[in-house]
């Protein structure tokens, strides 16, 4: 497995972006991984090694702007975050690294940018896969944020978080919760963005997920007009490829078989 790490230039400063390649797999196009509201690179943990090991191609995943290792970004994104991914950053990346064809795999908000992603570059995007991603703004979403804004006020928790993200600790939080709960925002939804996605789809989630119910993974599946399935796990909370790694590679894998050409 070779792994490499190297820093790319976007507007506003550099992402760190680190690459998992398997051996004589350099062909195949790339899964680009897309983490969520508090993550980095070094939280995906070891599952985009397992990841590229099972699928045996080459796996991407950055830290976003103002995340992890990537530089810092002035004042909380704008309300348009999940688009400007889309839009900014994701093509940056592409060029830098120098891709075509590729398979996304986000993780919570990072499900959605995936998504808007797949509708922007509709023929490079060969397939998408969606973790525990929000579709639209839920008063069940907006409980979990509560509690976890409210459970970062404790002494020690921002520490944790400072592990990841350094002194930009602070700002990744508010990043999060600022934005989620500014009234404002609660009309965004993938609405939109749903009938354009024309690949293969696979919405997984967890039946315990504390921040978002069954019915993201239904629209997402039912709202894209490419093939879709939905990946319900039993007992598993927000983080399934943390929880029930084993089964997700084998949902993930079983799902490429079935819809990608070798």
């Given at each position: 497995m070779n792994v490499q790490d190297?820093?790319?230039?976007?507007?506003g400063g550099e992402l760190l972006v680190r690459s998992w390649t398997p051996a004589r797999a350099e062909d195949r196009s790339p899964m680009v991984l897309f983490h969520?509201?508090?993550?980095?690179?070094?939280?995906w943990r070891d599952f985009p090694e397992a990841l590229a090991r099972r699928l045996e191609r080459p796996v991407i995943a950055y830290d976003r702007l103002g995340f992890g290792q990537s530089s810092p970004r002035e004042g909380l994104p704008s309300q348009?975050?999940?688009?400007e991914e889309a839009e900014i950053y994701f093509p940056a990346l592409r060029e830098a690294l120098g891709f075509t064809k590729f398979l996304l795999f986000g993780h919570s908000v990072g499900g959605a940018m995936a998504i808007i992603i797949a509708t922007r570059f509709a023929g490079d995007c060969e397939l998408v896969i969606t973790e525990a991603s929000q579709a639209f703004v839920?008063?069940?979403?907006?409980?979990?944020?509560r509690a976890a804004k409210a459970q970062f006020q404790k002494p020690g928790q921002m520490d944790?978080?400072?592990?990841?993200h350094g002194d930009k600790a602070r700002w990744v939080l508010e990043a999060w919760t600022e934005v989620w709960l500014d009234p404002s925002f609660h009309h965004w939804n993938l609405?939109?963005?749903l009938p354009q996605v024309q690949c293969p789809v696979l919405a997984l989630h967890g039946d315990h997920d504390e921040?978002?119910?069954?019915?993201?993974?239904?629209?997402?599946?039912?709202g894209v007009q490419?093939?879709?399935?939905?990946g319900i796990l039993e007992n598993c909370g927000h983080v399934p490829h943390r929880e029930q790694q084993p089964k997700v590679l084998n949902t993930v894998a079983a799902f490429l078989t079935e819809h990608l050409a070798k």
């Amino acid at each position: 497995m070779n792994v490499q790490d190297r820093f790319v230039d976007v507007s506003g400063g550099e992402l760190l972006v680190r690459s998992w390649t398997p051996a004589r797999a350099e062909d195949r196009s790339p899964m680009v991984l897309f983490h969520d509201s508090l993550g980095s690179v070094k939280l995906w943990r070891d599952f985009p090694e397992a990841l590229a090991r099972r699928l045996e191609r080459p796996v991407i995943a950055y830290d976003r702007l103002g995340f992890g290792q990537s530089s810092p970004r002035e004042g909380l994104p704008s309300q348009r975050f999940i688009e400007e991914e889309a839009e900014i950053y994701f093509p940056a990346l592409r060029e830098a690294l120098g891709f075509t064809k590729f398979l996304l795999f986000g993780h919570s908000v990072g499900g959605a940018m995936a998504i808007i992603i797949a509708t922007r570059f509709a023929g490079d995007c060969e397939l998408v896969i969606t973790e525990a991603s929000q579709a639209f703004v839920e008063e069940h979403t907006l409980d979990g944020i509560r509690a976890a804004k409210a459970q970062f006020q404790k002494p020690g928790q921002m520490d944790k978080l400072a592990r990841y993200h350094g002194d930009k600790a602070r700002w990744v939080l508010e990043a999060w919760t600022e934005v989620w709960l500014d009234p404002s925002f609660h009309h965004w939804n993938l609405e939109p963005f749903l009938p354009q996605v024309q690949c293969p789809v696979l919405a997984l989630h967890g039946d315990h997920d504390e921040f978002g119910t069954l019915e993201f993974p239904r629209r997402i599946a039912e709202g894209v007009q490419g093939p879709s399935a939905q990946g319900i796990l039993e007992n598993c909370g927000h983080v399934p490829h943390r929880e029930q790694q084993p089964k997700v590679l084998n949902t993930v894998a079983a799902f490429l078989t079935e819809h990608l050409a070798k």
